[in-house]
């Protein structure tokens, strides 16, 4: 039990479990909108729009909950700053599928590789500029 109490604080490990439940509704909301034969390129910003939400509730809830701003001016310009690390994962998502589409790759595995992409920017851009601690500063 006190392992598993160490990794539960673990930041990148919330931080990995977030993630991956984001990307469940990313995924999942992906590929169904590719079976209804929305355009990859549009089906995966849709599908990474939905997973933006998700993580921000579990982002500022659960991961990083020691460096969310309290209410006011900073918390708005924090999840703002949220709201634009988002967009960054998103430009690499869309530019990712959206290229390799065009050259004939599968959008699932584009999909794949913007994942990791994008992942490995958000992390840096949230841990180390959006929610890092004041203790950090």
Known sequence: MGKLRRL????????????AIA???????????????????AAAALGYSLGIVVHWLLSSRAVFSQGVAASGPQRTWQ???FVG????????????VGTAST???DP????????????AATWLLRER?????????
């Open 103 to 105: 050259l004939g790759t």
């Open 23 to 41: 990307l469940g509704a990313d995924l999942g909301s992906f590929l169904a909108l590719i079976a209804l034969a929305v355009p990859a390129t």
């Open 8 to 19: 539960a604080d673990k930041v990148l490990l919330r931080y990995l479990l977030a993630s």
């Open 129 to 137: 500029v959006i929610f890092r601690t004041r203790s950090a500063r």
């Open 79 to 81: 999840k703002a700053m």
């Open 108 to 119: 699932r595995i584009a999909k794949l590789v913007a994942v990791a992409v994008s992942f």
């Open 85 to 96: 690390s988002a967009l960054f994962g998103l430009a690499i998502t869309t530019v990712v």
